[in-house]
């Protein structure tokens, strides 16, 4: 083919095919899990799946259809010779077993989870991360042990103010581990779980299988899957992911502001948000036909006291129906019946309002880390006739044609196989939308984590990046 017409598609994965199959679970069965789930890969190592919000359509979220947030590659784990150590301060450290889990009583519990993230591929400027748009939610029934149960079996210290949770995800080289700290008040009087179950079934490996922390009304990162060590503290975990991650400013700041991390709070509890879920995103509606418009609606801790819907772009609001199934940190399904009229475009809006009064914005505060998204839902539908396909959220199509395949590109290509996609495929790194200052804020970070590049080489790679 003439080298005008080579696609930078092309050109990454003939030169990155080689590095796009390293995993623990190898390129394979990756392969077949993109190939043959029904959900939106971001990334297929680690694993980062999105449900296309068509398919949130019950109270209970399937768990196939339930969306997949992981930090490191899914560790391979033997539920015959695994324990859980509880120490810390305790006065009587214990090894438990999953069949010693498993025996104490249990509890069954609705939990809405949402990944933090969810809705960053919105923001503007962009944010450095996974692209997530409005499916990283999801509702499970999970079954499991309290974890105060567990800690008065420890004998919990007076000392303790914190509880930390690792997983048996483990990233490579300099990465750190995935660690996550809850305060003591939240765990002891917060329905946390170490869950076992989901749905009724055995967690799914992707799920956490043996045991996963599920912190009720909080972001989904506390939800530690793999849990596999429980330490009690007298103070906070000081790993990045509770110094550096997962937190927003104190006050709100300008877009594309480079905030420090002493003037950020940890996220806790999720913002009171909504999404339509039908009907879809650029469906075509005939008119005089009845249609319903529906989708589900949280905040967190707090419960949902009214939704309201809007079809024609925010001018008049009417208030949905509230579905019957409710629990205390699990969402409300809406429906609001309608039958357009007229032919043309229409903007439907929802909004929620929970029982503090708090009301989801028009616009929501852009922060670093891209978190807590939760503007007013929209979606355009067109009554008459097919309505074109709404743009992507990328400005630019990131595999347009390039000029040409320079010696500069293909050392830059040669970088990214030997250098990123150790850790994680390109998938992840073709969907950021980022200028050379978000690129060189994530370099610092990977090379911080074990990344090898010199100043040349990492001005080559920016260079290359920012030209996608």
């Not at 120490?87 to 509890?107: E, H, Q, Y």
């Not at 129906?321 to 007229?342: E, K, M, N």
């Not at 029982?355 to 007013?376: C, E, K």
């Not at 000029?403 to 040669?414: G, I, R």
């Amino acid at each position: 083919m003439p080298v005008g017409s080579v696609t930078r598609r092309s050109f990454i994965d003939s030169a990155l095919r080689a590095g796009a199959g390293m995993s623990m679970l190898g390129g394979s069965a990756i392969a077949a899990l993109a190939d043959s789930s029904s959900l939106i890969v971001h990334s297929a190592r680690p694993q980062d799946l999105e449900t296309p919000v068509h398919l949130l359509t019950t109270w209970i979220t399937p768990n196939d259809a339930f969306y997949i947030r992981s930090h490191f590659y899914t560790p391979a784990i033997d539920a015959q010779t695994w324990q859980l150590p509880v120490d810390g301060d305790v006065a009587r450290p214990l090894a438990l077993t999953l069949d010693a889990i498993r025996r104490m009583p249990s509890r069954d519990v609705p939990v809405t989870l949402e990944c933090a993230g969810n809705g960053r591929g919105n923001y503007d400027p962009p944010v450095a991360g996974v692209q997530w748009r409005r499916g990283a939610v999801g509702n499970a029934r999970w079954t499991g042990v309290p974890l105060a149960d567990v800690l008065r079996k420890a004998g919990l210290e007076p000392s303790a103010k914190f509880i930390w949770f690792a997983g048996a995800d483990a990233g490579l080289g300099r990465a750190p581990d995935f660690v996550r700290s809850v305060p003591i008040d939240k765990v002891l009087h917060g329905d946390v779980l170490l869950a076992y179950e989901m749905n009724g079934e055995p967690l799914p490996l992707a799920h956490g299988f043996p045991l996963r922390v599920i912190v009720p009304g909080w972001e989904g990162a506390y939800c530690v899957k793999w849990v596999n060590h429980i330490t009690a503290s007298d103070h906070d975990h000081p790993g990045p992911f509770v110094s550096a991650s997962y937190r927003i400013p104190r006050r709100p700041v300008p877009p594309g502001s480079v905030v420090n991390a002493a003037d950020t709070v940890p996220i806790r509890g999720l913002v009171v948000k909504s999404i339509i879920t039908s009907p879809a995103d650029g469906a075509a509606l005939m008119p005089g036909q009845a249609a319903t418009i529906s989708g589900f609606a949280w905040s967190g801790e707090y419960a949902i006291r009214t939704v309201e819907v809007s079809i024609d772009g925010g001018r008049s609001w009417a208030f949905a129906r509230l579905g019957d199934d409710h629990a205390p940190h699990a969402w409300r399904q809406f429906t609001l019946p309608w039958r357009p009229r007229d032919p043309g475009s229409r903007v439907l809006l929802s909004r929620a309002t929970d029982v503090r009064g708090r009301r989801q914005p028009l616009a929501a505060d852009w922060n670093p880390g891209g978190y807590l998204f939760n503007a007013v839902d929209s979606v355009r539908v067109n009554v008459g006739e097919e309505l074109a396909a709404s743009p992507s959220h990328h400005p630019s199509d990131p595999y347009a044609p390039i000029a040409a395949v320079t010696p500069q590109d293909e050392a830059a290509a040669e970088l990214l196989k030997t250098r990123c996609t150790i850790c994680h495929a390109t998938d992840l790194i073709d969907a950021q939308r980022l200028d050379a200052n978000g690129w060189q804020r994530e370099l610092t970070k990977m090379t911080g984590w074990g990344a090898q590049l010199s100043p040349s080489e990492r001005d080559l790679l920016i260079d290359y990046l920012i030209r996608r």
